[in-house]
């Protein structure tokens, strides 16, 4: 059964840093391409960044640009999310999906076939 799992949220002040990590189970990272999204309270859901299979080549969006960093560890099967510099409008439900492509990876979540349940990221002071 193909399986993805967030982990590494929780409450951080403006200012600093969280590492998301989304593992797989059930496949293997290496073939599909993986996106990150969040969704904020009463927002509908939005594309965060996005890396393509293997290469690793990557998309984000400009709100996070030069703050969000995404990673992959073939060895682990698993892709992170390192976020830094966070701001209040970073809060909300971060979620991962994956889709087997050759193509390259987008923001846009109607591409993507696995999801994660979600990692709840707060930032406050």
């Known amino acids: 059964q193909l399986q993805l799992v967030e982990s590494g949220g929780g409450l951080v002040q403006p200012g600093g840093s969280l590492r998301l990590a989304c593992t797989a189970s059930?496949?293997?990272?290496?073939?599909?391409?993986i996106g990150w999204f969040r969704q904020a309270p009463g927002k509908e859901r939005e594309g965060v960044s996005c890396?393509?299979?293997?290469?690793?080549?990557?998309w984000y969006a400009d709100s996070v640009k030069g703050r969000f960093t995404i990673s992959r560890d073939n060895a682990k099967n698993t892709v992170y999310l390192q976020m830094n510099s966070l701001k209040a409008e970073d809060t909300g439900v971060y979620y991962c999906?994956?889709?087997?492509?050759?193509?390259?990876?987008?923001?846009?979540?109607?591409?993507?076939?696995?999801w994660g349940q979600g990692t709840q990221v707060t930032v406050s002071s």
């Open positions: 059930g496949f293997t990272l290496d073939y599909y391409a």
């Open positions: 999906a994956a889709v087997r492509t050759v193509a390259g990876c987008s923001g846009r979540e109607r591409e993507y076939d696995y």
């Open positions: 890396s393509k299979r293997r290469d690793g080549s990557r």
